[in-house]
């Protein structure tokens, strides 16, 4: 059984696309890939954290695709995973999902997600 921060790298990861902890994206990453936050705690606390889905593209289509593909896997009542000793339900934060710009680059897109995190211990 995995631990609380395997269980959401095995969440993210399961898009089909690279994934790392937005703190160690390896130099070499090529878009596309999926960034998210580790963050974790306890029972009884709501963690408020975000993913970034990133593509290089002149056009929106192929991320929106994606983004898609993730908002179904949360649903709308969210998604519950199973670690050793606990589950985390994951939920949609609010806002949901932005489109963001990088200023150095006009080909790169990028989703924004806002999510909610209740650990059950």
Known sequence: MMNK??????FWTG?????YDETSVPDDA?????TYEAAVDNF????????????R?????????KAYEID????????????EGGAVWLS???PWQMRMNDPDDD???????NLNAEYFD
Do not use: N
């Open 72 to 83: 179904e896997r949360i649903g709308r009542g969210g998604v519950i995973l199973d670690y």
């Open 30 to 34: 090529k878009l596309p890939y999926i």
């Open 92 to 94: 949609k934060g609010s």
């Open 57 to 65: 593209s002149a056009s929106w289509a192929g991320i929106t695709e």
């Open 44 to 55: 009884g606390y709501m963690v408020s954290c975000s993913a970034s889905l990133w593509y």
């Open 15 to 19: 898009f089909g696309i690279p994934a």
């Open 5 to 10: 921060q395997q269980t959401l790298h095995s």
């Open 107 to 113: 080909m790169v897109r990028r989703i924004l997600f």
